[in-house]
């Protein structure tokens, strides 16, 4: 079926950075879209950020938009989410996320950004 696995997370101070990443294992990863998604206390899940199985086309949500860079290494089956300037509002559970027969999810990796 498939397995992601994140990792990355942390306690960061407003304006900080942190890259994210996720493992994959299980399917032929280089063929299939990979997603991030997080998801704050209280909140439904959103989408953060989508790149095409080559890495050539990359999605981001507008609160997030030049600020975070999604990319992947086909070689090492990984995604990774570069994140900078962070902000409080982006603390968060944020998993990685493929759609195979259906949604495969990561565990999750706390970001938490505060001073």
């Known amino acids: 079926q498939g397995q992601l696995v994140e990792s990355g997370g942390g306690l960061v101070q407003p304006g900080g950075s942190l890259r994210l990443s996720c493992a994959v294992s299980?399917?032929?990863?280089?063929?299939?879209?990979m997603n991030w998604f997080r998801q704050a206390p209280g909140k439904e899940r959103e989408l953060v950020a989508t790149i095409s199985p080559a890495g050539t086309t990359t999605n981001y949500a507008d609160s997030v938009k030049g600020r975070f860079t999604i990319s992947r290494d086909n070689a090492k089956n990984t995604v990774y989410l570069q994140m900078n300037g962070l902000k409080v509002e982006d603390t968060a559970v944020y998993y990685c996320n493929v759609k195979r027969n259906g949604d495969i999810w990561g565990q999750g990796t706390q970001v938490t950004v505060s001073s």
């Open positions: 299980g399917f032929i990863f280089s063929l299939y879209t």
